[in-house]
C-alpha cells in the first residue's frame, strides 16, 4: 500500500505562512537599508556631510562582507548550522548595527572629530561610525538574506519556486518603497528636521522583524520534524553527504554559477547604487521640490510588488529564465541611457523612466535567485548564495563610493542655498553613463549564461513546477 503520509511544507497554508513571516523581516531589513537614501540633502545641510562623504557611508554596506569575507563565512555557517541558528543570528546583528548607525547620526559626541583611518585617509568621525553601523547591519541583512533564499528553496522546491522567491523579493521591495517616499516626511515630522528619526523608526521594525523570526524558527523546527517522520515512514534515506568546504571549489568552478554571479553584481550596481541618488537626481535633473522627490524613485520598488510575483510564477509555468534575464537588461540600458541625456528634464519623463526601470527590476531577479538551485546542489546552496552575495557586495560597495566621487570631482555645476544652508548642485549625466554601462555588460552575461545552459542542460529555460504523473 503506498504510504501517503505529507510533510509541513505539503500544506499550502503553512508554507505560505512561512513565506510571509521570514519576508516580513526581510522588509524590515530593507526599510534601513535604503532609509538615508532621501536624506542625501538633509545630510548635506544639516550634518555637513558632502557627495564624498555621503558615498563613505553608503559604501560601508559592503566593508566586512567584502574584506573581512562575513558573507562567505555566513554562508558556510548557513550549510553547517541550518537556517535557524543562522537567520536568528543575522536578525540579532541588523539590529545591533542599526543601534549603532542611530547613535552616530543624533549624538553630538562626534561634531568637529575628525580620524585618520588605518592611517590612510581622514574623514569625520561620525561618517565613520555611522559607517560601521551600516557595516555591521549590511552582515546581517545580506547573511539573512541568504537564509531567506534557502529557507524558501526548503519549502518551495518543486512547487511554486519562483513565484516564492518572487513574493519575498516583492515584501522586501515595499520595505525599500517605503523608505524613499516616507524618509523625508518622517525627517521633517512634528515640526522639527532631524535625520536621526527615520533611522529610529527603522530600528523599531527591526526590532519587530526579529520576533517575527523567532516566530518562523517554531513553524521550521516542526518542519524538520513532520520531513523526518515523513522519511522515516516511507523508508527514505538522506544520502547526501555535509557540507565540506571542498564544495567551494565545486561552486566556483561552474561556469553557469560565476556567469549568474556577474550578472547579479553589474544588475545591483546598476539599480541599488542608483536609488542612492536618484532623489538627489530629481532635485538637481528634473527640479522636483525635496519634500517630494522621494515619491519618483518610490515608484520603482512599489512598481515591482506585483510584477515581481508575476514574472516568478511565468518562470514556474513557462520557463525561460535566461531570456527573462537579458530582456531585464535591455530595459535597463534604455532607462539609464535615458537620464544620461542632458535635455530630457521633464518630471514626466521621470516617472516614465522609473516605471519602466522597475519593469527591468523585476524581471532579472525574478529568474535570477530561482536559478541557483537548478545549477547547484541544495547542500551547497547557501554557500552558493552567500558566495553570489559576496561578489554583490563588491559593487554595493564600490559603486556608491566612485558615484559619490564623481559627482564631486567632475559634476559640481555650482552652489544653492537650501533652508539657509550652502549646498552644491550637480550633473548626473557621467553617472548615468556609468550606470548605462553596468547594464550593456550584464546584457553580455546574460547572452554568455543562455549559451551555457544550452550547452549544459541546466534547465534554466525550463518550468520550476514539476510536471505531475498521472497513473
Not at 29 to 49: N, R
Not at 50 to 79: P, Q, R
Not at 454 to 468: D, F, M, T, V
Request: with cysteine; aromatic share 14%; charged share 15%.
Amino acid at each position: 500500500m503506498e504510504k501517503i503520509r505529507q510533510t509541513l511544507r505539503d500544506s499550502a497554508t503553512a508554507r505560505w505562512a512561512a513565506l510571509f513571516i521570514v519576508s516580513f523581516t526581510m522588509l524590515c531589513g530593507y526599510f534601513l537599508t535604503d532609509i538615508m537614501a532621501p536624506l542625501k540633502g538633509l545630510l548635506e545641510g544639516q550634518l555637513s556631510w558632502n557627495s564624498t562623504e555621503y558615498g563613505i557611508f553608503t559604501s560601508a554596506y559592503g566593508w566586512f562582507n567584502v574584506f573581512l569575507f562575513m558573507l562567505i563565512f555566513g554562508g558556510i555557517i548557513l550549510d553547517k548550522m541550518g537556517v535557524r541558528f543562522t537567520g536568528l543570528g543575522a536578525t540579532i546583528i541588523m539590529v545591533l548595527g542599526t543601534a549603532i548607525k542611530f547613535w552616530a547620526v543624533s549624538t553630538n559626541t562626534l561634531d568637529g572629530q575628525t580620524w585618520n583611518v588605518l592611517w590612510l585617509f581622514e574623514v569625520k568621525a561620525q561618517v565613520f561610525i555611522a559607517g560601521l553601523g551600516y557595516a555591521i547591519f549590511g552582515v546581517g541583512v545580506e547573511v539573512a538574506g541568504i537564509t531567506v533564499s534557502k529557507i524558501i528553496v526548503k519549502w518551495f522546491k518543486g512547487k511554486e519556486l519562483a513565484l516564492a522567491m518572487g513574493l519575498e523579493m516583492a515584501m522586501a521591495r515595499i520595505g525599500t518603497g517605503l523608505a524613499i517616499v516616507a524618509s523625508v516626511p518622517i525627517a521633517r515630522s512634528f515640526g522639527i528636521v532631524s535625520v536621526s528619526k527615520p533611522i529610529l523608526v527603522a530600528l523599531i521594525g527591526l526590532c519587530i522583524g526579529l520576533i517575527a523570526f523567532i516566530v518562523y524558527i517554531f513553524m521550521d523546527k516542526k518542519l524538520d520534524e513532520s520531513q523526518a517522520a515523513y522519511d522515516l515512514e516511507n523508508e527514505i534515506i538522506d544520502e547526501e553527504e555535509s557540507f565540506q568546504i571542498k564544495d567551494i571549489f565545486a561552486i566556483i568552478t561552474n561556469k553557469a554559477w560565476w556567469y549568474i554571479a556577474i550578472l547579479c553584481v553589474l544588475f545591483y550596481s546598476s539599480v541599488f547604487p542608483f536609488l542612492k541618488y536618484a532623489t538627489d537626481l530629481m532635485v538637481n535633473k528634473f527640479a522636483v521640490r525635496e519634500s517630494l522627490a522621494g515619491l519618483i524613485p518610490g515608484i520603482l520598488p512599489f512598481g515591482t510588488i506585483l510584477l515581481t510575483p508575476f514574472f516568478g510564477n511565468l518562470y514556474d509555468r513557462k520557463g525561460k529564465g535566461a531570456s527573462i534575464m537579458i530582456l531585464g537588461a535591455v530595459l535597463l540600458i534604455f532607462v539609464h541611457s535615458m537620464f544620461s541625456i542632458p535635455f530630457l528634464n521633464h518630471w514626466l519623463i521621470a516617472i516614465v523612466l522609473s516605471i519602466v526601470l522597475g519593469i527591468a527590476f523585476s524581471l532579472v531577479p525574478s529568474a535570477m535567485w530561482p536559478s541557483v538551485p537548478k545549477i547547484i546542489p541544495e547542500k551547497r546552496l547557501g554557500t552558493a548564495f552567500s558566495l553570489i552575495f559576496w561578489v554583490q557586495n563588491w559593487g554595493l560597495m564600490g559603486v556608491p563610493a566612485l558615484i559619490g566621487w564623481v559627482l564631486d570631482k567632475y559634476c559640481v555645476t555650482g552652489q544653492k542655498v537650501v533652508e539657509g544652508v550652502t549646498v552644491s548642485t550637480y550633473n548626473y549625466t557621467i553617472p548615468m553613463m556609468i550606470f548605462t554601462s553596468f547594464g550593456v555588460l550584464a546584457l553580455v552575461f546574460g547572452f554568455l549564461l543562455k549559451a551555457e545552459d544550452k550547452k549544459k542542460g541546466y534547465g534554466l529555460q525550463l518550468p520550476n513546477i514539476e510536471a505531475k504523473i498521472e497513473g
